[in-house]
């Protein structure tokens, strides 16, 4: 919306916005919020930043050392659409006040970092990402944990499982079948109206949207198609996605949910991310090569392969990652490159003879991830692979799910629990680390938040389908 912040102070005065929110994400990747009157922000905070406690926050600070800045970024300035009171919504990234430097453990400011090194080394100086998260709308979501007792229950008009339900006003019997949501026209798709309107309000917060659909899964899985941009525009962009899907959802009396995989046996949920790198203006990845690729793309190819392993701990950072990486579901467990196919984990889209187009999507990653951080990975990752010319190994045109087991026996695939994603991570760290983008104690914070915080957890807690499994032995 406004570009400077003179701009976003004039906006300010001339649309008489009397409340100022800002906006920055926590380390495992949620946003976080305050809201200011409108003359507690001048031209000095967007240098100096706002003061703030950090020692509440995620994986941050210490009670004795808790003290931050947030600092707005002047160029994300947009109308909030689901406050009351008009409302300027700016994301903002984290300073250190007793330094000034931004502080190390600040997601948005390290994906700044990425792009940065990319610049240094004069391979280019852009990355552009375009990310499709897909995510679940379910209209009941119940869940609890006890010392005695542990259930989930969601629930969905469209859920295949409600075909014999006794519904108000008679059930009409439209509901998706497992794994053929891709894509029906109405009345089979209930929710066109619902996502035409999360797609139109990301629009007003300035996400250049492109498109919407019902996705494969039953009970309500979805996807928005917003455009590609840089890399800290595109993190931002997942952002605003996220708070207006959510938003948007609940006018309805409906909950949405970006988990890789809420529904057992059907589809889970990704986030495909497309990606390229440029110079002066003109594309990389464009070439003679395989699939119209440069050497300059298969070299950032190899480096995503190469480091998939230790960047899905930060692409795929949770447990239920894992319940969607697995074979079956159109999942891309499988660390080979293939031109349109999509049960590779690269993927060369058909883009067709415009080298403006030409570009990769690695199909591992989720929506559960903090993307600052993962985008910041992937281009590390590639990065690496251009400077060490690394090979991706020869293209896989056949569908992998169709392969013999001696055919798969020599295929590298991912990993198979967070846990060895972050084994991986604590052994190949030094394509992030020797970029100056991820230090050392960040990524020992992320590995020890993550134990701490999710596998133990999970380790020491009694699984329900273990009592179907064992109870009677």
């Given amino acids: 919306m406004s570009q400077t912040p003179a701009d ?17 994400v926590d380390l495992p990747g949620v946003w976080q919020h305050c809201t200011f009157y409108y003359d507690q922000i001048d031209e000095s905070s967007f240098e100096v930043g706002v003061p703030f ?11 004795n050392e808790s003290d931050m800045m947030m600092v707005p970024d002047a160029s994300t300035a947009w109308i909030d659409p689901f406050m009351q009171e008009k409302t300027l919504s700016l994301i903002c990234s984290i300073k250190e006040p007793r330094t000034g430097e931004w502080y190390s453990r600040d997601p948005r400011s390290l994906a700044a970092k990425a792009v940065e090194f990319l610049k240094g080394t004069g391979i280019g100086n852009e990355a552009y990402f375009g990310p499709e998260p897909e995510f679940f709308v379910f209209d009941d979501v119940r869940f609890d944990q006890k010392e005695n007792q542990s259930y989930y229950y969601v629930d969905s008009i469209e859920g295949r499982w409600n075909s014999g339900r006794e519904e108000a006003g008679g059930n009409l019997g439209n509901k998706p079948r497992y794994k053929e949501g891709y894509f029906p026209v109405a009345p089979t798709d209930t929710l066109q109206d619902m996502r035409t309107e999360m797609l139109l309000t990301m629009a007003e917060c300035g996400v250049p949207i492109e498109k919407h659909h019902h996705e494969v899964a039953t009970g309500g899985q979805n996807e928005l198609g917003f455009r ?31 988990m890789p995989k809420p529904l057992f046996n059907d589809n889970g949920s990704g986030m495909h991310t497309h990606q390229s790198i440029w110079k002066d203006g003109q594309p990389l990845f464009w070439g003679d090569g395989y699939a119209n690729l440069s050497k300059t793309a298969l070299h950032y190819i190899g480096g995503l392969l190469r480091h998939a392993p230790a960047i899905l701990a930060l692409s795929n950072p949770t447990t239920n990652s894992y319940k969607r990486l697995v074979p079956g579901f159109e999942a891309p467990v499988n660390l080979v490159f293939s031109q349109g196919n999509r049960s590779a984990a690269i993927r060369i889209p058909l883009s067709g003879s415009n080298p403006k187009a030409k570009r990769l999507e690695f199909r591992c990653p989720d929506a559960t991830c903090n993307p600052y951080l993962a985008f910041a990975a992937m281009l590390c990752a590639g990065i690496d692979g251009i400077k060490n010319e690394i090979d991706p190994g020869q293209p896989l045109d056949k569908d992998i799910y169709d392969l013999s087991p001696e055919e ?4 590298p695939s991912t990993p198979a629990s967070l846990e060895a994603s972050l084994e991986a991570l604590e052994s190949d760290r030094a394509f992030l680390t020797d970029t100056g983008v991820f230090t050392e104690e960040f990524l020992e914070n992320w590995i020890a938040y993550k134990l701490d915080n999710e596998v133990n957890p999970m380790r020491l807690r009694p699984h329900p389908y273990e009592f179907a499994l064992y109870y009677d032995v």
């Fill in 408 to 411: 798969l026996s020599s295929i």
């Fill in 53 to 63: 406690d950090g020692s509440s926050i995620r994986g941050w600070k210490a009670i």
């Fill in 8 to 24: 976003v102070l004039k906006l300010i005065r001339d649309e008489e916005i009397k409340m100022i929110d800002l906006k920055f």
């Fill in 228 to 258: 590609f941009d840089s890399l800290v525009k595109t993190a931002d962009n997942v952002m605003i996605y996220k708070y207006c899907i959510k938003n948007v959802a609940k006018k309805y009396g409906r909950t949405v949910t970006f």
